[in-house]
């Protein structure tokens, strides 16, 4: 039919150029605040590609259901401008008819979104976790990158090498903090190199200075070596003991019914929920107004997104504290939001708002 297929062609390169928009902006945003936790220690810097990719995959759900709602609000506002809409509605085509196609190009993104909620987001997360376990599990001297204060494993000791290169075994203008046993030196040295003295690993600096202090006398000790070696922790971080829901499969959520758990699918389930609501939602919404302008419409797309998927990460905050249940914050926002679309497009389409206006006017005069 051509009033399908022409709206479902319209929708589709609405969405395409919206969906490449958004991902650039987002891979922008991430690949920033990724190098940012590069800089900072927690994540390795040859895989701040890697775990940029998972979190633009992890986010991929939302972003999908914004670009449909943004490709439906800007196609039907281009269509009003250009009074492609005033044609449609003269040929018989209410405002009605456009949720058939609306909903037969949405439901392959609607699907996506699923699969992206339900099995993607758990998984992203998990290995975006284990990235940065495994950085985080290094032996103290693979923990020093070149020109950088770097603390140890334990927290006890603050290292500055000057080395050519971050696999160097030699550097120059070696600093050592150390915390431990009540005392607290500061070691400072020209040279260093690392070695294996009966099977544990040391820093061998050459002439340096060693400063001591006694945290509970207050004494203070100064001392000047030729050489001297100091022993690098050996032991190793291990995986972080993090239960959050947002790492488990959903399977194990529902088989788990804790209010955490709870929380965490109010998230997953609200997003698919939420695609299909906007969906509805901008169909129903979008209008003209010649006075204000096209961009009004998107700006209140906009707005109307963000305060819904607000009102998302609030409830499941609720939930996990136990402050609401499941299924009746479910029902009451999602199905709130359905049933506000649809009575909205229903009024449009028989234009009940409009025969209400003129019976006031007509009472009122």
Known sequence: MLFD???????????????VVLVTVVMTVLLIRTLGQASAGRVNPSEVMLVMGYTVLGHLATILTL???????????????????????????????FLRPVLRFAWPVLLVVAVLAL????????????????????????RVAPGR????????????IDKDRADAETGHNIFIATNEHGKETVTTAQRGRLEVIKGERFVVLDHGHRLELDSATGQTRVSEFAEYGNRISTRLVGPTANDSPTMKPTLTLLSQPTPRHQGELSWRIGLILAALNCAVFALAATRVNPRVGRSAGLVFALFAFTTYYNLLTFGEGWIARGRVGLVAYL??????????SLGWLLARHHGWGSAWRRRLNGGGA
């Open 5 to 19: 297929s022409s709206i479902r062609k319209e929708l589709g390169r609405a969405f395409s150029a919206t969906l």
């Open 67 to 97: 670009s449909l709602f943004v490709a439906i609000t800007a196609t039907l506002t281009r269509m009003y401008a250009a009074s492609e809409m005033v044609v449609w509605f003269a040929s018989g085509q209410g405002l009605a008819a």
């Open 119 to 142: 099995a993607v987001w758990p998984w992203a997360n998990h290995q975006i976790r284990e990235l940065r376990d495994r950085y985080q599990a290094r032996g103290d001297i693979e």
């Open 149 to 160: 204060f770097i603390e140890s494993a334990g927290g006890q000791r603050v290292f500055f």
């Open 331 to 340: 029902l009451l926002l999602h199905g709130g939001v359905l049933l506000l």
